[in-house]
């Protein structure tokens, strides 16, 4: 499956943006769904996970009530409502897609990623 990620950019600290992920190439509803970021000279980091139905998300702590994770499966996309920013949440933003329901915290897990989109929240 092929992943396109956007809807990046720049927003003040407390506001909210929208990314979405299209995918192509294989049935998007087989998937586990998950989005990841990575800072500068941080490790990739599991910031929200959702099941193929869209019944079942997973969020850390760090995102856990301002973050969104929702995916419509007849347009294959996936998406990441992200509101009450702030700057810590600065970071390329990558969507990856894994054909096991387990483990989805981990970055090896996933074999599909997309090409990241750049938040940038200034303070």
């Known amino acids: 499956v092929q992943l396109q990620a956007s809807g990046g950019g720049l927003v003040q600290a407390g506001g909210s943006l929208r990314l979405s992920c299209a995918a192509s190439g294989r049935p998007f509803s087989r998937y586990f769904m998950a989005w990841f970021r990575q800072g500068p000279g941080k490790e990739r980091e599991f910031v929200a996970g959702?099941?193929?139905?869209?019944?079942?998300?997973h969020y850390p702590d760090s995102v856990k009530g301002r973050f969104t994770i929702s995916r419509d499966n007849a347009a294959s996309t996936l998406y990441l409502q992200m509101s009450s920013l702030k700057p810590d949440d600065a970071a390329v933003y990558y969507c990856?897609?894994?054909?096991?329901?387990?483990?989805?915290?981990?970055?090896?897990?996933?074999?599909?990623w997309g090409q990241g989109t750049l938040v940038t929240v200034s303070s």
């Open positions: 990856a897609a894994s054909g096991i329901n387990a483990y989805y915290t981990r970055a090896n897990t996933y074999a599909y």
């Open positions: 959702i099941d193929w139905s869209g019944g079942s998300t």
